[in-house]
């Protein structure tokens, strides 16, 4: 009886730990280029002294602290971004996020998902999926961050770390 | 019976805890190796002796205490040793102890940032591993005590004002040809 309940809760763990990470899958993978910064190093990132002075730095830093996790996978082979999409499919039916925007021009299609907070103005989760045949380096890219921030102070990160999709979603935080 | 499971389980985990492959056992094992190339770096790298130091750059000095490098050089009449030398230390950075940071890159080519410590103000190490399947790739432990983010970038920033002792980055060069 023991057994069964220990190897029930180690599923379960195993499942959670699952959704969590669908798309760490594309991680080692030698067609996918990832990216992945961690909390702690968001963390470590905002307790950096900085000059008091420097406005935009001291926003930067107050961003910092309300990320948790960033993930990007970007690929040009086909059957991967195939994959990715068939990922980011599956994992918004378990789990519903709203669909931020949607825009299509120039060969590539841009969907911006969101996880919103009770209160509208901030994201807990946000996901955003790109392909297009003629983009520079990849041909399909999924991007995802997770923490409490708002999407204002998004637009500026990515500006700032000049991730994929940065133009599309300043145009979604200006709405 | 039961005490005996829980005996064997002890020592099974007595045991395991033992033989546990550590980044130290690695650089050991692996610094004579003819394949690898090993350079020990002390904070006289950086040559401060003639300049004035803030408080912050001393404090930052002092929690910084060596440097140990590690870099795997690939055959190019043998390409399966990378992915097996790096699919070693990969397992043993999987490890709870040493925290991911940040990675970038795919498969075995690209780079990772990893700590220990308890938490991260207060830092015993940073691991950083870099790979380039068609070079080779490079495994950085920087030992410290006590260190804090502030000190890095304050360390930083000492190394890019201060003359940085190139003899002991001999070594390396070997790499880079």
């Known amino acids: ?175 | 019976m039961k005490k005996i499971i829980v005996v064997f389980a002890c020592v099974l985990i007595l045991f395991c805890c033992d033989n546990k492959p550590s980044l130290q056992k690695y650089f050991i094992e692996n610094m004579e190796s003819s394949k690898f190339i090993a350079v020990d770096l002390d904070p006289s790298i950086i040559k401060t002796d003639k300049m004035p130091l803030s408080q912050t750059e001393r404090a930052a000095l002092a929690s910084f205490e060596k440097m140990n490098i590690l870099a795997f050089k690939t055959d190019s009449t043998n390409s399966t040793g990378y992915d097996q030398e790096i699919k070693e230390v990969k397992a043993i950075l999987k490890d709870d102890s040493y925290q991911q940071l940040m990675k970038a890159g795919s498969g075995n080519n690209g780079a990772a940032i990893y700590f220990v410590g308890d938490d991260d103000e207060h830092i015993k190490e940073f691991v950083i591993l870099a790979g380039k399947k068609e070079n080779g790739f490079t495994v950085v432990r920087v030992l410290g005590n006590d260190m804090n983010p502030t000190h890095i970038i304050n360390m930083l920033n000492l190394l890019q004002k201060s003359d940085v002792d190139l003899d002991q980055l001999k070594p390396l060069q070997q790499l880079m040809k």
């Open chain 1, 1 to 175: 009886m023991k057994n069964l309940v220990v190897v029930i809760v180690f599923l379960l763990t195993s499942t959670v730990s699952f959704s969590q990470g669908v798309f760490d899958k594309f991680e080692d993978n030698d067609e996918v280029v990832s990216i992945i910064v961690n909390k702690k190093m968001f963390e470590m990132m905002s307790k950096v002294k900085v000059n008091a002075k420097d406005k935009e730095m001291q926003q930067y830093m107050s961003l910092l602290k309300k990320l948790d996790n960033l993930k990007v996978f970007t690929t040009s082979n086909t059957k991967y971004g195939a994959d990715m999409k068939a990922t980011v499919n599956s994992y918004l039916k378990s789990n519903p996020l709203e669909e931020l925007m949607r825009v299509k021009g120039d060969g590539k299609n841009v969907k911006i998902y969101v996880k919103s907070n009770a209160n509208e103005n901030t994201v807990r989760e946000l996901l955003m999926f790109i392909e297009g045949a003629n983009m520079k380096d990849a041909n399909t890219v999924v991007l995802s961050l997770t923490g409490n921030f708002s999407l204002d102070e998004i637009s500026m990160l990515t500006e700032k770390m000049s991730l994929p999709g940065g133009d599309d979603l300043k145009k979604a935080s200006k709405k």
